[in-house]
């Protein structure tokens, strides 16, 4: 497996690589690999001859008093570990090597970024849609892989894609949780033991929500109310938000019909976690 640590490097071998008329799958991460990680990237080697990743914590994707510093990082397990499922390349630049002094180009969708995670962490979105779009542009991906954890992200990574006509196709691979439900994320790594157990109050408020929903309920608020009554009861469990909006649009509803995600953000002491349902009413 390569390690590319520039861009010149990476350029130079995406290069090779499409000469030879090989297809590029590519996985963008932060790092700190876990199965959930894994998972697109197995998905990716069994659909193109090229697997690349990207492992970069993107600092313009963090606010001010979130986590950037003390994000969990390990190059040399994850290398490891990308290895085991068979990538070809990763690509783990600098900050500085992204964002050299003076840069001055983001980039911005509209509409959608403006719920759920876009309201609480202002310009975070922005922060994505730019790096992504850098490392598209750096791998020149055929298909670029993307977690449905994450649910908004791959909308507005999608809603990005057709907008700026760009050259790939995104995929969504699903959520994969531990035994007990709870998503796996490289932040459960902030979670101490008593917080653990309570961070599966998410995955129990899905669960819950989807019941309601599978009995028949059809009315968003009480959807809702129920969810944050499970959440509220939870003494380590604070609320960021809790919705149901419609896919792929995002847009409010109250009467719960077609396809929708049931989406939030909890801190579970100090520590932001999200997950979601998507369901088709
Ligand atoms: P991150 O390193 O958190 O930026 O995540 C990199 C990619 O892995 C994103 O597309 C995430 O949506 C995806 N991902 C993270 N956690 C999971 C999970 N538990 N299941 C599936 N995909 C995930």
């Keep these: 497996m390569r390690l590319l640590k520039t861009i010149e490097e990476a350029k130079a071998y995406i290069k090779e690589v499409k000469t030879a008329g090989r297809s590029v799958g590519f996985v963008p991460t932060m790092g700190y690999l876990h199965e959930g990680h894994l998972q697109l990237m197995k998905v990716a080697r069994r659909e193109c001859d090229t697997v690349i990743i990207s492992i970069f914590v993107n600092p313009i994707q963090f606010g001010v008093n979130e986590d ?76 670029a892989y993307f977690g449905q954890k ?37 932040r459960n790594s902030y979670l101490n033991k008593e917080e653990r157990q309570a961070a599966l109050v998410l995955y129990k408020s899905l669960q819950k929500a989807r019941d309601m929903i599978q009995a028949g309920e059809r009315q968003k608020s009480r959807v809702i109310a129920a969810m944050e009554a499970l959440i509220k009861a939870e003494p380590l469990a604070r609320i960021d938000y809790v919705d149901i909006l419609s896919i792929p649009d995002l ?12 989406a939030l953000a909890v801190y579970i002491g100090n520590t932001r976690l999200i997950d979601n349902f998507m369901l088709e009413v």
Aim: charged share 25%.
């Design 68 to 143: 950037y510093d003390k994000y969990p990082r390990d190059l040399t397990r994850d290398c490891e570990l990308a290895a085991s499922v068979g990538v070809d390349a990763v690509f783990a630049p600098t900050a500085a090597e992204m964002y050299p002094s003076g840069y001055a180009t983001f980039l911005e969708v509209e509409g959608l970024t403006e719920k759920l995670c876009g309201l609480s962490r202002p310009g975070h979105f922005r922060g994505v849609t730019t790096v992504v779009t850098k490392l598209f542009n750096i791998i020149q991906p055929d298909i």
């Design 150 to 186: 994450d649910a908004q992200q791959v909308l507005v990574i999608k809603k990005m894609v057709a907008d700026l006509n760009m050259n790939l196709t995104v995929k969504t691979v699903e959520t994969v949780r531990e035994a007990d439900g709870l998503a796996m994320s490289s």
């Design 251 to 262: 847009r409010d509803i109250e009467e719960l019909k077609g396809e929708i995600l049931i």
